[in-house]
Nanobody, 132 residues
Framework: VQLVESGGGSVQAGGSVRLSCAVSVPLFSRYCIAWFRQAPGQAREGVALIYTGGGSTFYSDSVKGRFTISQEKDKNKNTVSLQMSSLHPNDTGLYYC?????????????????????????WGQGTQVTVS
């Protein structure tokens, strides 16, 4: 499974950025696609996750109401996007797309609404977002 992120860059505080993640295999079989971010010296943090089987979405408290994760309506494109609005300098970091939650993990995520880096199997290379 290969994941390629795009759309990062520099933006002023209060602005918006849209990230995309192109996945090399059909999304429905991966159970989840998630976005994580990592700032220098910080642990990798999950920001948004979508359950590709049913469309349920989950967000960290720090981005809820500002970020939206969505699945491309054209199922042939295997793309998930992250629309980020009202950006703050604290949103600066390397943003990673990650895919495939083992079904046991996905069942727990659906019940608890919490997830972390150990829940996903495949990772992209990351795209930098800098908010100033």
């Amino acid at each position: 499974v290969q994941l390629v992120e795009s759309g990062g860059g520099s933006v002023q505080a209060g602005g918006s950025v849209r990230l995309s993640c192109a996945v090399s295999v059909p999304l429905f079989s991966r159970y989840c696609i998630a976005w994580f971010r990592q700032a220098p010296g910080q642990a990798r943090e999950g920001v948004a996750l979508i359950y590709t089987g049913g469309g349920s979405t989950f967000y960290s408290d720090s981005v809820k109401g500002r970020f939206t994760i969505s699945q491309e309506k054209d199922k042939n494109k295997n793309t998930v996007s992250l629309q980020m609005s009202s950006l703050h300098p604290n949103d600066t970091g390397l943003y990673y797309c990650a895919a495939e939650c083992p079904i046991g993990n996905m069942v727990r995520i659906l019940g608890s609404g919490t997830w972390g880096p150990a829940d996903v199997r495949y990772w992209g290379q990351g795209t930098q977002v800098t908010v100033s």
